[in-house]
Structure formats: C-alpha cells, structure tokens
C-alpha cells in the first residue's frame, strides 16, 4: 500500500456518492477519487460535475446497463496492469438499483481485491426517519413499469412482515401507491421524496389518505421517491376461514399457486394476499 495515498495498487474501490446534498460526500471518498487511476461512471457527465465542484482532475469512463460487461473485462485489464480503480453511480451507493454487480463479480472472478468507500444510500436514510420498524427490512428497488406486474410482485410479497422499502419515480409514484393499496391493503406508509435536497418532504399515513394529499399537492408528486411500507402482520394468515383452506388445498394439486389463489379468492371472499401466503406455506409443507 502506498502510505502517502492510502490507495492500494489492483484494486477497485466502490464509493458512494451523496444522494442530494453534496456536503454528504465523506473525506475518504474525495481522496480515494481524487489519487486512483481512473473512476468508471454510470454517467460520466454527471460524474464530472461532482469532481469538477470539488475539484477533482479525474479520467472517467462509462459503466452502464448496457456496456458493463465489455467495460468489465477491459477494467480487470486495467487491474492486473496494477492500476487502481473506483466506480460511482450517478447518486448514493453503487450496486443499490445501480449497475456495477458484473464488474464487481469479474473483478473477484480475477482475484483483485473490491473494497467499499461507504457513504449515503437513499434506502437507509429513509429507513432511518420513516418510524417504521427497522429490525428487519426487505428492499424492492423498482416495481415493474406497467401495473400487471406491479401487481403480480406485491401480491408474492404481501405476506412479508418485515419493511417493505421501494424506490419510484416521479411519473409513476401515484399509480404505483394504488396498485399497492390494492395488493397489501391500505397499510401505513412513509413517503420519502427528494431527501437530502432542498424539496425534502416526509408523508405519513395510509395509502388512501397519501393519495388524496398528493391529488391535493402536485408538487408532491416530483422529484424521486423511497416508499417504505410496514409489514403485514405476523398472525395474517390464522384469519383464513377453514372453507378457504379447504377450497386451497383441493386446488394446488391441480393448478399453478396463482391461479388457485385467485379462484379460492372468488370462491370465499378471501383476500389474495393472504391465501397466497398460505398457498406457499402448504407448497412448502
């Protein structure tokens, strides 16, 4: 390691970036960007504002969705030649609904070590101010575009107890806040939008009075968002009626969970969400 730089040769270093506020960026992540050989970027234009207000002289390329797995191959080059490299995305922690997975994987693949600069996530930071229970906590990142399936991926996980934490962007957030309260029912959710930025804003409620306050308040529904959603409660599924349990359990020999579900639901009365659960439970028995 070289003592005047802290930066190890062959190494590629994951560092977050603020989310929002630029003060949020951490000392350790301005020196590391600042001393390592070249810095891959979701968006290089983005990137170079952020280096550019700091100060940074700093040689990017870019890594994204669609060239990762060519640039991986050159950076691990890059690598065994004894560089060291650092990789960003536009905002918070690289990875989180952000590329960078393959190139870490090839990196670790080719024996170089990976090692994280840790800063803002936007999860966390909304996690941490929502109130709600943080013990244990299941991120989503982003729902499905179209509703179908958004409705299919909260309807698997609507029996989940723990936080439930998703991100949503400004031209989806209402319609993706009532395929949830479709889905899970109308439970308690945090509303994070724009955080760390000057518009912060925290909502609390159920989906249906959320719903109204952003009908009400067209500003609310800009920016970027961390939807955090409690649990479904632990004892759920002891609400199902024995008829419901019995029409399931004649079904799923004979058809897929989903469709079961869904004729055990018109049949009872029953919520989706619950025989669901309990589908799963009796698959698993």
Partial sequence: MDEKTNITPATLYIVATPIGNLQDISARALAVLAQ??????????????????????????????????????????????????????????????????????????????VSPVPGACALVAALSASGLPSDRFAFEGFLPAKSSGRKQKLEAIAADTRTLIFYESCHRIESSLQDMQQALGDRQVVLGREITKRFETFLEGSFSELLVRLAEDSDQKRGEFVVLVRGADEDITKLVSLDAEKVLKLLLPELPPKKAVKIAAELTGEAKNVLYQMALDMKDQ
């Fill in 36 to 113: 390592v050989d070249g810095v891959a970027a979701e968006d290089t234009r983005h990137t170079r504002k952020l280096l550019d207000f700091f100060g940074i002289k700093q040689s990017l390329v870019s890594l994204h969705d669609y060239n990762e797995q060519a640039r991986s191959v050159e950076l691990v080059k890059r690598l065994a030649n004894g560089e060291s490299l650092a990789l960003v995305s536009d905002a918070g922690t690289p990875l989180i609904s952000d590329p960078g997975y393959r190139l870490v994987s090839e990196v670790r693949k080719a024996g170089f070590a």
